[in-house]
Each structure stands twice: as structure tokens, then as C-alpha cells.
């Protein structure tokens, strides 16, 4: 299944794709938030979708695209999860997963504009695979036991400000969390429908210039063992959201960097995930 969001009369509403068409589900769930992960809403929505997911009406076609899934609860990201990304960026290889948070208001809508903060020099693109946790979790046994916890998966693109992450004291967290700093979907396509999420070939570009060309069979750490490892630290929830890392290609890791600037446009790509396409602005009060 693909999970999407649609905005109707200031609101995002819940909907699905079926063949290209998109369908709205709003009538029968209010939303894809954490209390239809956690209460298997998927195994319903499988069911509604099987006897009556011709009779669903369809969406407007001009209707804007929204976040795949309600606001997170919490945004795990990982960072240095790729060699080629670590080395470009003089990084040593991480013993464990490194982590940090973006604040949820940074989620925004996989066609949305992309701003640059108030005095930002150096706004920075990440491609990433984004989890979805399907029910709340903690203190997994092994590696294997996440597969049942994982709803699905979605491009995810961590934008980052590298001064306020890198130069301004303190954690990540300052230089991840800009509003509009993690566009999500366009959809959450389920885990069944996805052979082997360790192999799937991720693209980035800026103005047309691929920027970023990797897979996720480069990670340091799999998707499984992530969610495993982060269960050991924190109760994992129903729907919240882990951004697994991204390969070689950023402005960061250039001998001259090219940071974005207004009128850019990145568009991002995975295998199966659908793109996102974003202009990039820069901040008006």
C-alpha cells in the first residue's frame, strides 16, 4: 500500500494511491497518525482497500500534496551512516550509530518549498530513507524481531544548515530543525511491498546536476538494526519517523562548496519511492 495526505479545506486529509489514481480515506480514517499505526490501522486499511478501494472517491487532481503521515511524535536521525559520506566529510567510521533529533516542525510536504533560515550561509541537501514505526516498541531482543515494527518506509530529506550544526556550540539539533527542513513522502509505501530495503539506489540533484547518487545496501548500520539499537535507548512510538543517513554528494563534503541558494530546485528519488521536487526560497518574515 501507498499512504499519502492531501490538504482539503486547510486540512490534511489520510489517502492512498491505487494504480495512479489517488483515493481519499478520509471518510473512514482520521488521519496517519499514531493511533492508526499502533491500533493496526494497516491491516484495516488493507482490508478496506481489498473490498472497496474502487469505491473510494478520488482526489482532485489539483489537490496539494502534504506530508505522507501526521506529524511525527519524535525524528530520529542518524548521521554518518554511509563510508563514501563519512570520508568525504573527514569523518571516522562510527563504532555505533550516531544520533541526534530534528524537531517535527521541520516535516513539511514532499512538493513544498524548502526556506533558508534567517541567517543562513550554508543550507545543505541530504537524501535519506526515511522508517516508519508501526507499533510502540522498546527494548527489542535481537535484530530480526524489528521487521514486525516497521510500517513502512518514505524519502526523507534532511536538510541541514552546517554553521548552526557544526559552528555554533553544542549538538546537531540546531542545524537540523529549521522549519521546513525534513520534507517526507510523496507516500509511505508499506514494508511488504518492498523485496530488500538494503538495495535500493537513492538520487539526488540540484538544477538538474546529480549531486548525490548512492544505495542503501552502503550503510554502516541497516535499517533493522537501527531499529533494534534505538529500542535499547528510547520507547520507539506508533509513527514515529528514523532518517537513516545519506551517501556521498553533499555541498559539505565539496573542496568549494556549493551550498543552496534561492531559485534552486532538488528533486530526490529512491527506487520505488516515488520523487520529491522542491524550490528553494529564502526566509521573509
Keep these: 500500500m501507498k499512504l499519502i495526505r492531501f490538504w482539503k479545506d486547510g486540512e490534511a486529509k489520510p489517502g492512498v494511491i491505487m ?4 483515493k481519499d480515506c478520509s471518510a473512514h480514517f482520521k488521519d496517519w497518525d499514531h493511533d492508526f499505526f499502533q491500533q493496526d490501522g494497516l491491516a484495516e486499511l488493507n482490508q478496506l ?104 518506509y518514505c524519502i526523507s530529506h534532511d536538510v541541514s544548515e552546517r554553521e548552526f550544526q557544526k559552528e555554533r556550540c553544542g549538538q546537531w539539533v540546531k542545524g537540523k530543525s529549521c522549519d521546513t527542513f525534513n520534507p ?35 550503510m554502516f548500520f541497516s535499517v533493522d538494526y537501527l531499529v533494534y539499537y534505538l529500542s535499547q535507548f528510547m520507547t520507539l512510538e506508533a509513527g514515529d519517523l528514523i532518517t537513516t543517513g545519506t551517501p556521498a554528494g553533499v555541498a559539505l563534503g565539496m573542496e568549494n562548496p556549493e551550498y543552496l541558494k534561492p531559485g534552486d530546485v532538488v528533486e530526490l528519488h529512491i527506487e520505488n519511492f516515488g520523487y520529491q521536487k522542491s524550490l528553494v526560497i529564502s526566509y521573509e518574515k
Aim: glycine letters at 8%.
Design 49 to 152: 482497500l481489498k473490498n472497496k478501494g474502487n469505491d473510494l472517491p478520488n482526489i482532485a487532481t489539483n489537490a496539494k500534496w502534504a506530508p505522507c503521515t501526521a506529524r511525527p511524535g519524535k525524528i530520529i536521525g542518524i548521521g554518518l551512516n554511509y563510508k563514501d559520506h563519512a570520508l568525504e566529510v573527514n569523518a571516522s567510521v562510527p563504532k555505533e550509530p550516531t544520533i541526534f533529533f530534528k524537531a517535527t516542525t521541520a516535516v513539511t510536504g514532499p512538493y513544498d518549498d524548502i526556506i533558508i533560515p534567517k541567517n543562513s550561509t550554508k543550507t545543505d541537501w541530504e537524501i535519506e530513507l526515511g522508517v516508519f514505526i508501526k507499533k510502540d516498541v522498546k527494548y527489542l531482543e535481537n535484530e530480526k524481531s524489528a521487521k514486525d515494527y516497521i510500517a513502512g
Design 19 to 22: 494504480g495512479d489514481v489517488r
Design 184 to 218: 517526507i513522502g510523496p507516500y509511505l509505501i508499506t514494508s511488504d511491498e518492498i523485496k530488500d530495503v538494503q538495495n535500493l539506489s537513492m538520487k539526488l540533484t540540484v538544477n538538474g546536476l546529480i549531486r548525490q547518487d548512492g544505495n542503501t545496501k552502503n
